[in-house]
């Protein structure tokens, strides 16, 4: 059987200062699957799109912020990460230049720039301690994993670079 996940893009846009880190803190609908946890932006893939542009739609969408300088950090695979066992496939970035000043909030919840260091003790899904590592590192070179969910918990995690 073909792999055919939803394609999305996962966004962590950097402040000046390369201190803090814009989340959202899904807090805004009570039938959110990922009500109370903290999150980058950025969203699903549209059918006549290219991974860039969709993610400056989705940061423009979610943020109001324009792009000026964008990195592609890596990608994972998520298998069974769906709310019913779908598939996913995203691409994960960092904006280093931005134009715009998020608003307070977006339809999803809080918009926080949050200290780098304080982001571990978020709420977070289990499965985002293992990569934002890898998303906030010096390495140059982009990772790319695997991490499968069952139930919605992470059941594993390995990735290459």
Known sequence: MPYTPILATLIYVLSADRGKVLMVHRNARADDAQLGKYNGLGGKLERDEDVYSGAARELREESGLE?????????????????????????????????????????????HWVALGDVPGLPLWDG?????????????????????YRDGRMLDWRFSR
């Open 67 to 111: 792009i000026d300088a964008m990195r592609l950090r890596g990608t994972i695979s998520w298998p069974g990460f769906g709310r019913n066992g779908e598939d996913w496939f995203g691409f994960l970035f960092v904006v280093d230049a931005f134009r715009g000043e998020p608003p307070a909030s977006n339809a999803e919840g809080e918009l």
């Open 128 to 148: 985002d301690r293992h990569f934002l590592p890898l998303v906030f590192d010096d390495d140059p070179r982009p990772f790319h994993g695997v991490m499968p």
